[in-house]
């Protein structure tokens, strides 16, 4: 079993950049698929990015590619999502998510996933 606590975001004007973190605890970090997703008020939740266990495997979601970069450190235990050039459509809470076996297309949709931090909220004012 893992813990995830993300933190990180926060309000931003159209344009600018935030770095959200989540921090593990638990079972050895480099046992998890990382992954991040958001969720919009009203909207189901959507795959941003994920990140296999030593660093490679990186996707992200079209809309995300070339603004958002994921990464890990597994001696810190923590994944990291860069996101620059956000745009208000970006606004969302945020969700760090781990799963020990998806692979493939199971690591972009939430039901990839067994463990899930608290969310963090992103705001993005035009």
């Known amino acids: 079993q893992v813990q995830l606590v993300e933190s990180g975001g926060g309000l931003v004007q159209a344009g600018g950049s935030l770095r959200l973190s989540c921090a593990a605890s638990?079972?050895?970090?480099?046992?998890?698929?990382m992954g991040w997703f958001r969720q919009a008020p009203g909207k189901e939740r959507e795959f941003v990015a994920t990140i296999g266990r030593t660093g490679g495997g990186t996707n992200y979601a079209d809309s995300m590619k070339g603004r958002f970069t994921i990464s890990r450190d597994n001696t810190k235990k923590t994944v990291y999502l860069q996101m620059n050039n956000l745009r208000p459509e970006d606004t969302a809470v945020y969700y760090c998510?781990?799963?020990?076996?998806?692979?493939?297309?199971?690591?972009?949709?939430?039901?990839?996933?067994?463990?899930w931090g608290q969310g963090t909220q992103v705001t993005v004012s035009s």
């Open positions: 638990g079972r050895p970090f480099i046992a998890y698929v």
């Open positions: 998510a781990a799963d020990p076996s998806c692979s493939g297309d199971g690591c972009y949709v939430p039901q990839g996933y067994r463990y």
